[in-house]
């Protein structure tokens, strides 16, 4: 007794000081350096660049990059393929999101149930996540070519200019092009969240006499709530983020910058035209942005 | 944090102290550039890059082991560019991490202000005897590569001159002269194009890339303005020329390519000149390698509103330049190894391994048994006589993209009409190229 | 019945552009009809693979590849583990900040960090063509360990306190209670974490000025953007290049398919 009594409150003040298990500070300690060290400190040269007018230098060099406050930042705005590329995240959005959600909570749900060849759908539907996107493009390009298998197929439906290099259609092929690659991942995802659903849940519910349809609104949907967050903030990241696919798919962005995405752009400014300073405005800004529907997004699928 | 003066360099060291001491060694890394004045005369080893294609790296090879024979104490390691992306933003990464090689033999002329500013690139007019050797070896297009100050942050090497290769197989089945195309003026140029549409059996009659990197215009306006202008580059002394209505008629001719259907709008996925969907294509001279063995081709210069005798054409250079990097050392055999590479039999064996074009004037003389082996060379050795350069001013590239935007948006896709498009792209170059 | 239907319509859809692919890559001339989907005996070759395997070294930039991809997996799972349990099941300061700086690494785009990392790494730590400063910016996934952290949040407390009160320590708790339930977490992070290495290109191409050291997807890429345009079928043999680069991450998760549907059937803990 005498001896609790004496280290009891030492334990409370640690515990209040470092928590009730300060050793899991030790076990994310690697991790945490390794934030710093890859993306804190890049990061923070990233924003710092922001209020200047940057540009990378040989090592000794002496250049003049004066302080310019928010002047990146107010170029942005005025930038008109900047909002433009803004407007293609929406667009991306719009289409990608309720495509992947939908798409990929109905995969799962049906993988998950015990049919033949169950393994094979999962890798059927996995397999373009698996794979580079560099391998992949080739076929795309190939497939949705003028002249390409699609159009031949589609005959006089097909539109033109074809797919890819059609204003209307270059955004929204990009879009189809996440979501087939991305997919398989996000099935995967639900795949284990419907693992942690107890069977007793549908089993209640088909006592009550719910089918199929109705125990998959009722018990599926609300079960796999936090990987839905997941998947809606993963995919707005993507959505955010993407790169690969102007620059290789649609040509550099084209047509006449109708696919031009935000880290493009900034890629082009920072990189190509040697403006690092403004491009890590754009950065910065994209950032804020993606927080800020996360945030919402979380707040709106988390909420009971 | 930016300014590392302390060296933590060694390899070893890192690799044992693990993630921690990288930690700590991200708040004092840092390597000191080379001392100018003692490494313009430094000799030893060095490194160079090369062009990644075939006959340049051939041809690098072959001077570099020819250079070290002779020079054993000075040895030159050759290596073809690591290809990327572009070549630019590979050497602008090797500048601003401070492991760019010596002398990079491709180094695009539009850059050179960038490097320059970012203190990526020697001033070659440094050397004693720069000055003379580039305006000698080069003659009067020389001062097309000479910074706004003065220097030569480049050596003009090669040209590729462009000009427009047709296909006579296609001029011929269309019921047109193969021999003696009508591709002189602007009228006959377009009407040439619609014969070939209606009867040549080709998806169109020339097929520049229509995307929006900022270098596509170099393939399609500025070579035809350079033409309409008699050599006026894009910008000159500050102010943007292209708005002139010299610079509006070539814009008014692209516009009817685009509009009448000669030119496609959207990006082949290949090579439409190589695969017969167009009947002519912007080139220079390394074509003729490259199409020379499955198609029946001809050249004639680009074509101007009124027609402009082919010995009176400019058109534009498509230049590469060799760099010498700051993080170089042993400039002094850089600079030995520079003049060596770029000397009259090396320039010989640099066209007779690629058929591009050193930069030196009367190119028919000085290579006269090369051009009488291979006279179909002869045309674009010609026209290397009468070639424009992109403008050597601040923010290049940027102007270029900007100018390209406005292209795109006016002359391809007619959202806009030239008449406006253009002028206002001009008033934002000029604030660009002023921005020192 | 319908339901099977549908899904192997679907299935089909989505894996025909690689049925596309390796029906291209055995091609003598390139053919983009309708006929050209079907094999055809009279157009068919493996021409294209000795063409890639000339080029590109096969082998070695498989084998670089396999180091990279390796080095990651290895650090993602050393590191990812430690950091995913702890920052779900244990209590202690600074939890919220580190797992918030985690979502936020998720969402900054990598090119903003390319330049400075390629300075760092270059310049301070003098780790240009070395298999370490290609692992360093992807050593650890933060996807793999955010789904960890995900996993152990989802598993309840009383599980882990049953063997701290036997006396384990948390490193105990950690290797014999938690990471022997996390299977199927442990398999979605590998394959998770195999595809970013393996399909990088721009870091890796960047990192390495020597072709010896370049794995793969920055061989074919390279070989794309300069070299496709002369060979003599170039569609076939990027098509070809693209099949190789495919084939090992589509085998890894074919393997893995197994292990998913064991874990899953074996799995005791329910939310």
Redesign the interface.
């Given at each position: 007794m005498a001896t609790i009594a004496a280290t009891a409150p030492r334990a409370r003040r640690i515990r209040r000081a470092l928590g009730r298990h300060p050793v899991g500070l030790l076990f994310v300690l690697p991790y945490a350096a390794f934030l710093v060290l890859v993306y804190a400190y890049p990061l923070g040269l990233a924003v710092y660049m922001s209020f200047y007018d940057y540009f990378f230098a040989a090592p000794g060099a002496v250049v003049e990059r004066p302080f310019v406050g928010f002047d990146n930042y107010t170029t942005a705005f005025g930038d008109a393929i900047f909002l433009e590329s803004l407007g293609n995240v929406v667009t991306f959005l719009v289409i990608n999101v309720p495509l992947t959600v939908a798409l990929s909570l109905v995969l799962a749900t049906a993988l998950n149930a015990k049919l033949p060849l169950r393994g094979f759908f999962r890798t059927a539907y996995y397999i373009p996540y698996v794979t580079a996107s560099v391998a992949v493009i080739g076929v795309w390009l190939w497939l949705f070519s003028d002249t390409g298998l699609v159009n031949s197929a589609l005959g006089p439906v097909a539109p033109a200019p074809p797919w890819l290099v059609n204003e209307f259609w270059a955004m929204p092929m990009i879009a189809f092009f996440a979501t087939w690659k991305q997919l398989g991942f996000y099935v995967v995802l639900y795949l284990a969240a419907l693992q942690n659903i107890p069977s007793d849940l549908y089993d209640a519910a088909s006592v009550d006499g719910a089918g199929a349809l109705k125990s998959f609104r009722h018990v599926t949907v609300p079960g796999v709530r936090p990987a839905t967050t997941l998947v809606v903030i993963l995919s707005t990241i993507v959505g955010a983020n993407f790169f690969t696919e102007p620059y290789l798919l649609t040509g550099g962005g084209g047509p006449n910058n109708s696919s031009v995405s935000p880290v493009l752009h900034m890629y082009r400014r920072g990189i190509e035209q040697g403006d690092a300073g403004y491009a890590a405005a754009i950065g910065v800004l994209l950032a804020i942005g993606v927080i800020v529907i996360s945030m919402v997004n979380r707040f709106i699928l988390e909420r009971d | 944090?930016?300014t590392?003066k302390k060296r933590?360099?060694?390899?070893g060291r890192?690799?044992a102290a693990g993630?921690?001491l990288?930690?700590v060694?991200?708040a004092c890394?840092?390597?000191?550039?080379?001392d100018p004045q003692q490494a313009a005369e430094a000799t030893g080893p060095i490194k160079i890059w090369y062009s990644?294609?075939?006959e340049e790296i051939a041809w690098g090879e072959k001077i570099v082991k020819q250079w070290n024979a002779d020079n054993p104490d000075e040895e030159v390691t050759g290596?073809e560019i690591?290809?990327?992306?572009?070549s630019?933003?590979?050497i602008?990464?090797a500048?601003?991490?401070?492991?760019?090689p010596c002398l990079v033999y491709n180094t695009a002329p539009a850059a050179v202000p960038?490097f320059q500013?970012?203190?990526?690139l020697v001033n070659l007019s440094d050397f004693p005897d720069a000055d003379s050797y580039i305006e000698e070896r080069t003659g009067a297009d020389a001062a097309q590569y000479q910074s706004p100050e003065g220097g030569y942050y480049q050596m003009p090497w090669k040209t590729n001159p462009v000009m427009i290769f047709y296909n006579k197989k296609i001029f011929e089945q269309a019921g047109l002269d193969a021999e003696n195309p009508p591709l002189t003026t602007h009228d006959e140029f377009l009407e040439t194009g619609q014969t070939l549409i209606d009867e040549g059996g080709v998806?169109a009659a020339i097929w520049p890339?229509?995307?929006?990197?900022?270098f596509q215009s170099w393939f399609d306006f500025y070579p035809l303005f350079i033409a309409e202008t008699g050599g006026t580059p894009l910008v000159e002394d500050g102010q943007a020329q292209f708005a002139s209505d010299a610079g509006l008629q070539v814009a008014d001719f692209w516009s009817q390519i685009y509009e009448n259907g000669l030119a496609?709008?959207?990006?082949?996925?290949?090579?439409a000149f190589g695969e017969e969907k167009s009947a002519m294509a912007i080139v220079g001279p390394w074509a003729i390698a490259?199409y020379g063995e499955s198609i029946d081709w001809g050249v004639v210069p680009v074509p101007t509103a009124d027609g402009t005798p082919p010995e009176e054409t400019f058109t534009f250079s498509d230049e590469k330049s060799v760099g010498m990097?700051?993080?170089c050392e042993n400039r002094g055999t850089a600079w030995e190894f520079l003049k060596e590479s770029t000397s009259e039999a090396n320039d010989g064996a640099l066209l007779d391994a690629t058929g591009q074009m050193p930069t030196r004037p009367n190119l028919t003389d000085t290579f006269s048994d090369y051009f009488d082996k291979n006279p179909e060379y002869t045309p674009f050795a010609e026209q290397a006589n009468r070639l424009q350069e992109v403008p050597v001013v601040e923010?290049s590239?940027?102007m270029w993209?900007t100018f390209r935007?406005s292209y795109?948006?006016s002359v391809?896709?007619g959202?806009q009409s030239p008449d406006d498009a253009f002028p206002e792209a001009a008033d934002q170059i000029e604030s660009l190229v002023s921005e020192g | 019945m319908a339901l099977l239907a549908a899904l192997a319509a679907g299935g089909l859809l989505f894996l025909f552009p690689f049925y596309y692919t390796i029906v291209g890559s055995l091609q003598l001339e390139p053919n983009a009809d309708i006929s050209g989907a079907f094999p055809s005996p009279g157009n068919f070759s493996l021409e294209n693979y000795a063409a890639i395997n000339e080029a590109l070294n096969l082998g070695r930039t498989l084998l670089n590849s396999g180091i990279f991809t390796a080095g990651v997996i290895i650090a993602t799972l050393a590191l990812g583990l430690l950091a995913g349990y702890a920052l779900a099941q244990l209590d202690f300061r600074g939890r919220g900040v580190i797992f918030n700086a985690m979502l936020l690494v998720l969402i900054v785009p990598f090119q903003l960090l390319m330049i400075p990392l390629y300075v760092m790494i270059v310049r301070y730590y003098g780790l240009a063509d070395n298999y370490l400063g290609m692992i360093l910016p992807f050593a650890v996934n933060p996807t793999a360990v955010f789904i960890f952290r995900q996993f152990f949040k989802q598993i309840p407390v009383d599980l882990f306190d049953a063997a701290r009160i036997d006396g384990a320590s948390e490193f105990q708790v950690l290797r014999r209670v938690a990471i022997p339930i996390a299977t199927p977490a442990i398999i979605t992070a590998i394959i998770v974490t195999f595809i970013g290495p393996w399909n990088e290109f721009l870091w890796p191409f960047l990192i390495t000025k020597e072709q010896s050291l370049q794995p793969l997807a920055v061989a074919l890429a390279n070989y794309i953007s300069n070299v496709a345009a002369r060979a003599a079928n170039p569609f076939g043999a990027i098509l070809a290049g693209a099949t190789v680069l495919a084939v090992p991450a589509v085998v890894l998760f074919v393997a893995t398919q197994r292990w998913f549907v064991q874990a899953q059937l074996g799995s005791s803990v329910k939310g």
């Amino acid at each position: 007794m005498a001896t609790i009594a004496a280290t009891a409150p030492r334990a409370r003040r640690i515990r209040r000081a470092l928590g009730r298990h300060p050793v899991g500070l030790l076990f994310v300690l690697p991790y945490a350096a390794f934030l710093v060290l890859v993306y804190a400190y890049p990061l923070g040269l990233a924003v710092y660049m922001s209020f200047y007018d940057y540009f990378f230098a040989a090592p000794g060099a002496v250049v003049e990059r004066p302080f310019v406050g928010f002047d990146n930042y107010t170029t942005a705005f005025g930038d008109a393929i900047f909002l433009e590329s803004l407007g293609n995240v929406v667009t991306f959005l719009v289409i990608n999101v309720p495509l992947t959600v939908a798409l990929s909570l109905v995969l799962a749900t049906a993988l998950n149930a015990k049919l033949p060849l169950r393994g094979f759908f999962r890798t059927a539907y996995y397999i373009p996540y698996v794979t580079a996107s560099v391998a992949v493009i080739g076929v795309w390009l190939w497939l949705f070519s003028d002249t390409g298998l699609v159009n031949s197929a589609l005959g006089p439906v097909a539109p033109a200019p074809p797919w890819l290099v059609n204003e209307f259609w270059a955004m929204p092929m990009i879009a189809f092009f996440a979501t087939w690659k991305q997919l398989g991942f996000y099935v995967v995802l639900y795949l284990a969240a419907l693992q942690n659903i107890p069977s007793d849940l549908y089993d209640a519910a088909s006592v009550d006499g719910a089918g199929a349809l109705k125990s998959f609104r009722h018990v599926t949907v609300p079960g796999v709530r936090p990987a839905t967050t997941l998947v809606v903030i993963l995919s707005t990241i993507v959505g955010a983020n993407f790169f690969t696919e102007p620059y290789l798919l649609t040509g550099g962005g084209g047509p006449n910058n109708s696919s031009v995405s935000p880290v493009l752009h900034m890629y082009r400014r920072g990189i190509e035209q040697g403006d690092a300073g403004y491009a890590a405005a754009i950065g910065v800004l994209l950032a804020i942005g993606v927080i800020v529907i996360s945030m919402v997004n979380r707040f709106i699928l988390e909420r009971d | 944090m930016l300014t590392h003066k302390k060296r933590f360099t060694k390899r070893g060291r890192v690799t044992a102290a693990g993630l921690l001491l990288l930690l700590v060694a991200a708040a004092c890394g840092g390597e000191e550039a080379a001392d100018p004045q003692q490494a313009a005369e430094a000799t030893g080893p060095i490194k160079i890059w090369y062009s990644n294609n075939p006959e340049e790296i051939a041809w690098g090879e072959k001077i570099v082991k020819q250079w070290n024979a002779d020079n054993p104490d000075e040895e030159v390691t050759g290596q073809e560019i690591p290809a990327g992306e572009t070549s630019e933003e590979v050497i602008q990464a090797a500048i601003s991490a401070g492991n760019a090689p010596c002398l990079v033999y491709n180094t695009a002329p539009a850059a050179v202000p960038q490097f320059q500013k970012q203190g990526g690139l020697v001033n070659l007019s440094d050397f004693p005897d720069a000055d003379s050797y580039i305006e000698e070896r080069t003659g009067a297009d020389a001062a097309q590569y000479q910074s706004p100050e003065g220097g030569y942050y480049q050596m003009p090497w090669k040209t590729n001159p462009v000009m427009i290769f047709y296909n006579k197989k296609i001029f011929e089945q269309a019921g047109l002269d193969a021999e003696n195309p009508p591709l002189t003026t602007h009228d006959e140029f377009l009407e040439t194009g619609q014969t070939l549409i209606d009867e040549g059996g080709v998806e169109a009659a020339i097929w520049p890339a229509p995307t929006s990197e900022f270098f596509q215009s170099w393939f399609d306006f500025y070579p035809l303005f350079i033409a309409e202008t008699g050599g006026t580059p894009l910008v000159e002394d500050g102010q943007a020329q292209f708005a002139s209505d010299a610079g509006l008629q070539v814009a008014d001719f692209w516009s009817q390519i685009y509009e009448n259907g000669l030119a496609k709008k959207e990006a082949y996925n290949g090579d439409a000149f190589g695969e017969e969907k167009s009947a002519m294509a912007i080139v220079g001279p390394w074509a003729i390698a490259v199409y020379g063995e499955s198609i029946d081709w001809g050249v004639v210069p680009v074509p101007t509103a009124d027609g402009t005798p082919p010995e009176e054409t400019f058109t534009f250079s498509d230049e590469k330049s060799v760099g010498m990097y700051s993080a170089c050392e042993n400039r002094g055999t850089a600079w030995e190894f520079l003049k060596e590479s770029t000397s009259e039999a090396n320039d010989g064996a640099l066209l007779d391994a690629t058929g591009q074009m050193p930069t030196r004037p009367n190119l028919t003389d000085t290579f006269s048994d090369y051009f009488d082996k291979n006279p179909e060379y002869t045309p674009f050795a010609e026209q290397a006589n009468r070639l424009q350069e992109v403008p050597v001013v601040e923010n290049s590239i940027e102007m270029w993209q900007t100018f390209r935007d406005s292209y795109s948006q006016s002359v391809i896709f007619g959202k806009q009409s030239p008449d406006d498009a253009f002028p206002e792209a001009a008033d934002q170059i000029e604030s660009l190229v002023s921005e020192g | 019945m319908a339901l099977l239907a549908a899904l192997a319509a679907g299935g089909l859809l989505f894996l025909f552009p690689f049925y596309y692919t390796i029906v291209g890559s055995l091609q003598l001339e390139p053919n983009a009809d309708i006929s050209g989907a079907f094999p055809s005996p009279g157009n068919f070759s493996l021409e294209n693979y000795a063409a890639i395997n000339e080029a590109l070294n096969l082998g070695r930039t498989l084998l670089n590849s396999g180091i990279f991809t390796a080095g990651v997996i290895i650090a993602t799972l050393a590191l990812g583990l430690l950091a995913g349990y702890a920052l779900a099941q244990l209590d202690f300061r600074g939890r919220g900040v580190i797992f918030n700086a985690m979502l936020l690494v998720l969402i900054v785009p990598f090119q903003l960090l390319m330049i400075p990392l390629y300075v760092m790494i270059v310049r301070y730590y003098g780790l240009a063509d070395n298999y370490l400063g290609m692992i360093l910016p992807f050593a650890v996934n933060p996807t793999a360990v955010f789904i960890f952290r995900q996993f152990f949040k989802q598993i309840p407390v009383d599980l882990f306190d049953a063997a701290r009160i036997d006396g384990a320590s948390e490193f105990q708790v950690l290797r014999r209670v938690a990471i022997p339930i996390a299977t199927p977490a442990i398999i979605t992070a590998i394959i998770v974490t195999f595809i970013g290495p393996w399909n990088e290109f721009l870091w890796p191409f960047l990192i390495t000025k020597e072709q010896s050291l370049q794995p793969l997807a920055v061989a074919l890429a390279n070989y794309i953007s300069n070299v496709a345009a002369r060979a003599a079928n170039p569609f076939g043999a990027i098509l070809a290049g693209a099949t190789v680069l495919a084939v090992p991450a589509v085998v890894l998760f074919v393997a893995t398919q197994r292990w998913f549907v064991q874990a899953q059937l074996g799995s005791s803990v329910k939310g």
